[in-house]
Nanobody
C-alpha cells in the first residue's frame, strides 16, 4: 500500500511561484526500483492532465504548457516528490495531484492510466 500526501498549494498572483511537495509513505525507489511518479492537475470542467513525471533513473517529461516554467524533482532519501512552479499563469489554476505507479516500468509517463496510487490533491489558484 502506498500513501501519497501533497502539500504546498495556495493562492498566488500571476508571475509568482509555488513549490508542491508529495510525501510518499510505503513507496520507495529501493522497493519499486523501476517505477515512476508524476504530477497531474484537473481544472473544473476539464479532464485530468499530466503535468510532469519522473522515473527512477531521473528521466523527466513535461506537458508542453509547463515546459520551461515547472521543474519536477525527487529526494529519494526523504521519499518526497516536488514540483517547482515558476511564472505561474491563471490557466495553471487547478487541483494538483501526486501519483505513483507500482505497475512496472513506464518511464516518465504523463498518462494517468499508468499510475495506480493517487494523493488527495492540493489546490493551486493563480489570479491575474
Amino acid at each position: 500500500q502506498v500513501l501519497l500526501v501533497e502539500s504546498g498549494g495556495g493562492s498566488v498572483q500571476a508571475g509568482g511561484s509555488l513549490r508542491l511537495s508529495c510525501a510518499a509513505f510505503g513507496h520507495t525507489y529501493s522497493t519499486y526500483s523501476t517505477n515512476s511518479m508524476g504530477w497531474f492537475r484537473q481544472a473544473p470542467g476539464k479532464e485530468r492532465e499530466g503535468v510532469a513525471a519522473i522515473d527512477s533513473n531521473g528521466s523527466t517529461s513535461y506537458a508542453d504548457s509547463v515546459k520551461g516554467r515547472f521543474t519536477i524533482s525527487q529526494d529519494n532519501a526523504k521519499n518526497t516528490l516536488y514540483l517547482q512552479m515558476n511564472s505561474l499563469k491563471p490557466e495553471d489554476t487547478a487541483m494538483y495531484y501526486c501519483a505513483a505507479t507500482t505497475l512496472g516500468y513506464v518511464g516518465p509517463s504523463l498518462g494517468s492510466s499508468e499510475y495506480n496510487y493517487w494523493g488527495q490533491g492540493t489546490q493551486v489558484t493563480v489570479s491575474s
